[in-house]
């Protein structure tokens, strides 16, 4: 993978000037906001659990390794083999010794982001090892060759008719179906007889519970309890940050899990996994990937209490107009956008200045993430380290030297309202200027507040202050 920095302004402006799917974008997660906000304010108890949440999540972290520890023990006590992966190569070569070990060469895979993180795809099917998503979106992103747009709603950019031409190449089905059920339909029939013959069951998970050795799984397809129980062998893995210490937390994060993510009461299908199906085997692989670096990060830890609702990207203003795709990663959005700088910081410089920091995104967090607190703290670290353009480096340093000398700014204020009056057009619109790319630069005004302050009100409080004093 290229370790350039992702192009994220100019991805974004290539979907903006779609305007079909931007539009689509926008009013589909801007819908799911609403509905989220109108779970919230049915439930008196929203901000309380909203609260606790939080608490428990950072309890969990601060204990992690304990958590840790007792969730492994109770796991293989009830039958569960327990594999560790320091990161996502590891991760991948259990996968593959599993496989060799049963002889198997598929996986049918319900929605899992960590193993796209892992790029587990990417390494197990050279190696001839097939692996089919099962999830309606994630399986047309699969086919599409694409990355997920959404933690939640894989292939939410996508139209109905981008999805008609996609099923026409893979599944021969007319390539002018316009109805979702259909669609849906037709990627049901495509999908039976592989889960029917699939050698290996793979899924993600959305809790591990420490107090009984088991993890829940979170789906509306039901695609997750077919990939799980079809075939005799089940791998699941998560990421060891997504553990909560009893049974008895557990309610709290379901109850605002699926109302955060999809204005819904309730997933359709919260399955719990606590040991093998009889004669079957099942495989629990707990995969670090840099979590363990990002918990001692001290402005960036917080960020582990995620659970993966997607309710930040559908308030995002920048997000819903941008795509998940312009983000060039796995996780996109607010969310993305201070966890992916903690894979790679030089690829990933781009996206915490894809942000207006209107603070939406920390608004809505279920369990309190303070997300564009962390954004501002990205751009001071990438700053720091020299990951930002040249040219923005540049003008950032000669702004903050302006800013700090008053006497210098007033003056570089009144030369800019000479040059705005009388310079051409393309001294002031070139690439120099980005933000000129797509708007319009000010107006000259006669007169700055500045002086007109000076002006009118400056003698007069001066003389209010001396007749206080007396």
Not at 154 to 168: C, E, G, M, N, W
Not at 219 to 237: K, M, R, V
Not at 305 to 330: D, E, F, H, L, W
Not at 331 to 347: C, L, Q, V
């Amino acid at each position: 993978m290229s370790n350039r920095p992702v192009p994220h302004a100019k991805l974004a402006a290539e979907f903006l000037e779609d305007e079909p799917h931007r539009h689509f974008h926008d009013e589909r997660l801007w819908d799911m906001r609403q509905k989220r906000d109108e779970q919230m304010h049915i439930m008196p108890e929203w901000q309380e659990l909203r609260e606790q949440a939080s608490r428990l999540k950072e309890h969990t972290l601060a204990h992690l390794p304990q958590y840790l520890e007792q969730f492994e023990e109770n796991a293989r006590r009830n039958g569960i083999h327990v594999h560790w992966a320091r990161d996502g190569a590891e991760h991948n070569r259990i996968v593959e010794k599993i496989l060799k070990d049963h002889g198997h060469s598929s996986i049918i895979k319900s929605k899992s982001m960590i193993t796209d993180e892992c790029e587990m795809r990417e390494y197990l099917e050279p190696k001839g090892v097939s692996v089919t998503e099962t999830d309606l979106g994630e399986r047309i992103q699969q086919l599409d060759n694409q990355l997920p747009s959404h933690v939640v709603v894989p292939a939410v950019q996508k139209l109905t008719t981008d999805v008609a031409k996609t099923f026409a190449k893979y599944y021969n089905t007319d390539p002018n179906i316009d109805d979702p059920h259909a669609l849906a339909e037709a990627q049901r029939n495509a999908a039976r007889p592989v889960l029917l013959s699939g050698d290996t069951g793979m899924t993600g998970g959305n809790f591990l519970v420490a107090e009984t050795g088991s993890f829940v799984v979170c789906t509306n397809e039901g695609n997750a309890d077919l990939s799980a129980n079809l075939p005799n062998l089940h791998i699941a893995t998560l990421g060891i940050e997504r553990l909560v210490p009893r049974m008895a937390d557990l309610g709290v994060f379901i109850r605002l899990l699926s109302r955060s993510a999809l204005g819904s009461p309730i997933t359709q299908y919260t399955t719990h996994f606590r040991r093998p199906k009889k004669g079957g085997e099942m495989h629990v692989i707990l995969v670090d990937n840099g979590r363990s670096e990002r918990l001692g990060m001290d402005d960036f830890w917080t960020s582990l209490k995620c659970i993966r609702c997607g309710a930040c990207m559908n308030t995002c203003p920048v997000y819903r107009r941008s795509g998940g795709q312009s983000y060039g990663s796995v996780y996109s959005g607010p969310i993305g956008a201070i966890i992916d700088p903690t894979f790679n910081a030089r690829k990933f410089s781009t996206l915490p200045f894809a942000s207006t920091m209107n603070g939406s995104c920390t608004n809505v967090c279920p369990v309190k993430i303070d997300i564009h607190e962390q954004l501002y703290k990205w751009r001071r670290v990438l700053a720091e380290r020299h990951e930002i353009p040249f040219v923005k480096r540049e003008i950032m340093k000669i702004a903050g030297r302006l800013l700090a000398q008053p006497a210098m700014y007033r003056l570089a204020i009144s030369g800019t309202e000479v040059a705005l009056k009388t310079m051409p057009r393309f001294v002031l619109y070139n690439y120099l200027n980005p933000w000129g790319k797509h708007r319009e630069l000010p107006h000259p005004v006669k007169e700055t507040f500045h002086s007109w302050y000076k002006k009118n009100r400056l003698n007069r409080t001066k003389a209010q202050h001396e007749e206080t004093q007396a």
